[in-house]
């Protein structure tokens, strides 16, 4: 019987994708790695000046799409499912070298991966990691390189639980504030 673990999606199963292993004896969490080369674009791509000037703009107006997409974070694909007990997630933090080496951060803070998000219908439970760079220059993330972590942990729940539905997507699909 399986306990947790991960297994490559279908999407990239003739494509070398490595499984997330940890680095060390002692290590917590298993490294990731991207499985397609991705640019992180630079938020201030344009310029810091018209960077501010765009964000800015578009605060007093009702379309704000084109300085939401400026700043919007990337999802990096690692071609990697995972799966676990019902009573534990995967947590996904970032590198601790990303932000001070390549002005990376992991937008969303840290990841948490659901255990029914394993082979759900809508992306087969693809873990993908969300990234902003705040650099002044963009990243290229190679494919194969490291690009966080994943550390299985358990959770409790509260004595009046009261259990919403079941998942009905993928990527932030439990998203109540639609």
Do not use: C
């Amino acid at each position: 019987m399986k306990k947790r673990g991960f297994e490559v999606i279908s999407k990239y199963a003739d494509q070398q994708i490595n499984l997330p292993k940890r680095a060390t004896h002692h290590a917590a969490g298993y490294d990731f790695e991207a499985a397609e080369e991705i640019v992180i674009p630079s938020v201030w791509k344009a310029g810091l000046k018209q960077g501010i000037a765009a964000v800015t703009d578009a605060l007093g107006k009702e379309d704000h799409s084109s300085a939401e997409k400026a700043i919007k974070p990337v999802l990096v694909p690692t071609g990697i499912k995972a799966y676990m007990g019902e009573e534990e997630f995967l947590q996904l933090a970032n590198r601790s070298s990303n932000p001070l080496k390549r002005f990376l951060i992991l937008t969303n803070g840290v990841g948490v991966i659901d255990s029914d998000y394993y082979n759900n219908e809508a992306n087969e439970g693809h873990i993908m990691f969300q990234f902003t760079n705040f650099g002044l220059k963009d990243v290229v993330i190679k494919k194969g390189e490291r690009i966080g972590q994943g550390i299985f942990l358990p959770f409790l729940k509260a004595d009046q639980d009261q259990t919403g539905t079941a998942r009905q997507g993928g990527f932030g699909s439990s998203d109540q504030d639609k």
